[in-house]
């Protein structure tokens, strides 16, 4: 199946934004298990007490 891109503006960009069927993807995200690639995301490290 192929990858639906993300709207060109946003910070999904990047990203896929669904495989062809979103309403089924999400579905199965509810259901079940499933990856999703966030490596277009920031990630915010905090340390301390």
């Not at 639906?4 to 995200?29: I, K, M, N, S, T």
């Amino acid at each position: 199946m192929p990858a639906v891109p993300a709207p060109d503006a946003g910070p999904d960009a990047a990203a896929v934004w669904h495989y062809g069927d979103p309403l089924g993807e999400q579905r199965a995200a509810a259901e079940s298990a499933v990856v999703i690639d966030r490596s277009h995301r920031a990630v915010l490290t905090l340390t301390g007490a």
